[in-house]
């Protein structure tokens, strides 16, 4: 139990275009999401912590209008980056967690190269 | 305010030697700890955790006690093998269970 699932796991897109990640919970109801994004050989940084129906709350330094998060479901939420750059190159990964857990459920991370 | 140190990697070691992972923390309250296992390309996976002081957490032949007089919360392996090399992450989660802050992460190569 407890699958996170992350679509796509690789994108490739030109500077300038949007780029949409999906974060599913295939068997649990998650009340709260997180994104984190994660430079080379580094730590992981919180971006944004979204609940279901409610709007995110990001992180200080992190642009909401460039990463866009949106958690509509208890199964799902989407991080939009917006007119990409080539700096946000990066390795994504959500997580989920339920109202009662201590927990985080992680997916296996979307691989962003921006051209 | 929370935060979580852990040893500086590479950490490299031949097969069935013994493995620890410093990590210390700070935080207000009564965080839960854990450790995730990243391999190559992938995501994090939880190796194992403890809720409260003295809770021993284990898995895979993995052990970390959760030391409060100390703040310490250290992964031993009594034998690594080549499939364990991948990055550690000592991690703690606050009173509200809805923030996560983890450590810088640890690199383990293990050689045949």
């Known amino acids: 139990g407890a699958v996170v699932s992350q679509h796509p796991s690789r994108v490739i897109c030109k500077s300038g275009t949007s780029v949409k990640i999906e974060c599913r919970s295939l068997?649990?109801?998650?009340?709260?999401m997180f994104w984190y994004r994660q430079f080379p050989k580094q730590s992981l940084m919180l971006m944004a912590t979204?609940?279901?129906?409610?709007?995110?709350?990001?992180e200080q330094g992190v642009e909401k209008d460039k990463f866009l998060i949106n958690h509509a479901s208890l199964t799902l939420s989407t991080l939009t980056v917006t007119s990409a750059h080539p700096e946000d190159s990066s390795f994504y990964i959500c997580?989920?967690?339920?109202?009662?857990?201590?927990?985080?459920?992680f997916g296996p991370g979307t691989r962003l190269t921006v051209l | 305010g929370n935060s979580v140190t852990q040893m500086e990697g590479p950490v490299t070691l031949s097969e069935e030697a013994f493995l620890t992972i410093n990590c210390t923390y700070t935080?207000?309250?009564?965080?839960?700890l854990f450790w995730y296992v990243q391999y190559p390309g992938e995501g994090l996976q939880l190796l194992l955790k403890?809720?409260?002081?003295?809770d021993k957490g284990s898995n895979k032949g993995f052990e970390a006690t959760y030391r409060k007089e100390t703040t310490s919360f250290h992964l031993e392996k009594g034998s690594v093998q080549v499939s364990d090399s991948a990055v550690y992450f000592c991690?703690?989660?606050?009173?509200?269970?809805?923030?996560?802050?983890f450590g810088s992460g640890t690199k383990l190569n293990v050689k045949p």
């Open positions: 997580s989920a967690s339920t109202a009662t857990s201590y927990e985080q459920f």
């Open positions: 068997d649990f109801q998650a009340t709260t």
């Open positions: 979204s609940n279901e129906g409610s709007k995110a709350t990001y």
């Open positions: 935080a207000t309250g009564y965080p839960s």
């Open positions: 403890a809720t409260k002081a003295d």
């Open positions: 991690a703690l989660s606050g009173d509200n269970f809805n923030k996560f802050y």
